[in-house]
């Protein structure tokens, strides 16, 4: 099995799709939350553009500690700031899957904070992980949508707001 090559598919799938969500992103609903423990929207979508550079990470390292400071959130602002943050991610994360071999997806990757280790996975896993994240993810940015009344594009299919497929 050709598994970075489906990765790498699926990698492109979901930046079409996210793509997309992001060029009827809202500039002035960047502080919208729907819940006082919700994310707001633009730190949401920026995560979001951020998931797509993780097969680099992963491919690269051999784990992310947050608390070591190394990793710090992009600090975007607009609707062309974030686009541009999705296309460079999924240009860094695509470049890793195609410049990898099935056997580097075999070494572990750990998720850490400040030493303590959250979470420790296959690379396989980790990257697998780091797509389930984007759908999860896209899917509450199309929750904010729906609630702003801002038109949902379609994901997989159709959407209410866009039939085609």
Partial sequence: MDTLSQFKNELEAEYQTTRKFFETYPDEKNDYAPHEKSMKMLPLATHIAEIFEWPNTMLHTSELDFGSGDYQPKQLST???????????FKLGKEALENANENDLNATWALKNNGEELAKWSKYESIRHAL???THHRAQ?????RI????LPGSYGPSADHQAF
């Fill in 148 to 151: 702003n009344d801002i038109p």
């Fill in 132 to 134: 389930n994240q984007i």
């Fill in 141 to 145: 940015l199309g929750v904010y949508y």
């Fill in 79 to 89: 609707r062309a700031d974030l686009i541009q943050a999705l296309d460079q991610n």
